[in-house]
């Protein structure tokens, strides 16, 4: 789907002559009250700053190397009883405790939000604010058990649930992939249909035990027990290399999950890879639930993960599968995992899983699927801008 027009401009190629026009149609509304309010709450700014919309204190995007590090810098909020006043609810699962080789994923929330301060709300090709456009909210941290895996796995699941069941739009910043499962348990409880699975790796993870415990390596065996978890919707992107592990492939076979592998997928095209890939996981499903592993990507793009391998996608590769998936219907939620910034002293992979979420909401947004439009999810009663928000 081509979201800009196809005309040659004298100063700008097709996409750029779309990004141009589209900036202008854009409103500042939630740019203004934002402004505002870091005046009212932070102080006029000093007599030589000659901008009189600074403030003393930073309270807001700008500078994007101060403040406290929350996603995208939105609002930090403290009682999780209110997330389902937002329309995006970030939390984040700090949890290694599934790691089978380097850990330091229980780092990635914190990795993620720091770099995330790097970014602005608005996307130039996708012509896309999201300060314009939706709330978002930082839930913070689910309070992990490092010592126990299955204590996680529940608090996990009791996260999600409680920010799926509230209607806002869930966003989990991992952890390792071991908390794949109980994302999944936590969405799948509130549905009558079936959930599928779009899920980006270089690693199939459906071994049913590794090291006699449920692991990194095996969150979909697991999650496609749930009942309404067909494993015939649980769709793998980017499998393959020499860390395979042959007793989750034989899984995969037996249970009829399908696999793409990188070379499929450039072969093929990404553009009719995502539809596959959306076929599979939509077939007589509720919902998907979209879960992306940074290590998908070719190890030279992401050094700070658990199970780097080259010969995975390019970054360009990955946002155009995204954005397509985010385009075509609206999802269930995502999470990113296996980022360990311990690993990558340049904070490039926390920055390609900012990059994801931020791609994912700024399609979803574009394409009307947020807000969502669901009466139940009450919308009516949620803040226009995230300045309503915390005011």
């Known amino acids: 789907m081509h979201w800009h027009p196809r005309k040659v401009h004298e100063n700008y190629g097709p996409e750029a002559a779309f990004a141009v026009e589209r900036e202008a149609e854009l409103p500042t509304t939630a740019w203004d009250r934002e402004v505002a309010r870091a005046l009212e709450l932070g102080l006029q700014g000093a007599d030589s700053i000659v901008d009189r919309r600074i403030p003393t204190f930073s309270r807001g995007e700008l500078p994007h190397f101060a403040g406290i590090n929350t996603f995208l810098k939105a609002p930090y909020v403290e009682d999780v009883r209110t997330c389902g006043d937002y329309d995006v609810a970030v939390l984040g699962a700090p949890f290694d405790g599934g790691t089978t080789y380097r850990s330091g994923t229980r780092f990635g929330p914190q990795g993620i939000r720091r770099i995330s301060a790097l970014y602005g709300p608005y996307s130039f090709e996708l012509g896309v604010d999201l300060r314009e456009s939706i709330t978002i909210a930082d839930l913070g941290d689910v309070f992990t058990i490092p010592g126990n895996i299955e204590k996680t796995f529940d608090q996990i699941s009791k996260a999600v649930s409680h920010v799926y069941a509230s209607g806002a739009f869930p966003v989990v910043l991992g952890g390792d992939h071991s908390i794949g499962y109980p994302t999944v348990r936590g969405v799948a409880e ?36 749930i009942p309404n978890v067909p494993p015939q919707n649980l769709v793998q992107i980017g499998i393959g290399g020499w860390q395979a592990p042959r007793p989750g492939v034989k899984v995969g076979r037996e249970r009829g999950t399908t696999i793409m592998t990188v070379t499929d997928c450039v072969e093929m095209g990404i553009e009719a890879a995502a539809e596959r890939a959306l076929e599979v996981a939509w077939r007589d499903a509720e919902a998907v ?23 995975g996608f390019l970054p360009r590769e990955v946002l155009k599968f995204i954005q397509l998936i985010a385009d075509a219907r609206p999802l269930a939620g995502i999470e990113v995992v296996e980022c360990s910034p311990p690993y990558d002293n340049a904070d490039i992979t926390s920055l390609i899983a900012t990059r994801v979420i931020c791609d994912t909401l700024g399609c979803l947004v574009r394409s009307g699927h947020l807000p969502s439009k669901n009466p139940a999810k009450g919308q009516s009663d949620k803040p226009s801008t995230v300045e309503d928000a915390t005011s």
Do not use: K, Y
């Not at 249909?193 to 065996?221: A, K, S």
């Open 190 to 225: 509130h549905l009558s249909g079936n959930l599928g699975i779009i899920h980006f790796d270089r690693h199939v993870d459906t071994q049913e035990t590794d090291l006699d415990e449920r692991m990194h390596t095996t969150p979909w065996f697991h999650a496609t027990d």
């Open 289 to 311: 639930w979209l879960s992306f592993d940074v290590d998908c990507l070719d190890a030279a793009f992401v050094p700070g993960t658990g199970w780097p391998e080259p010969g």
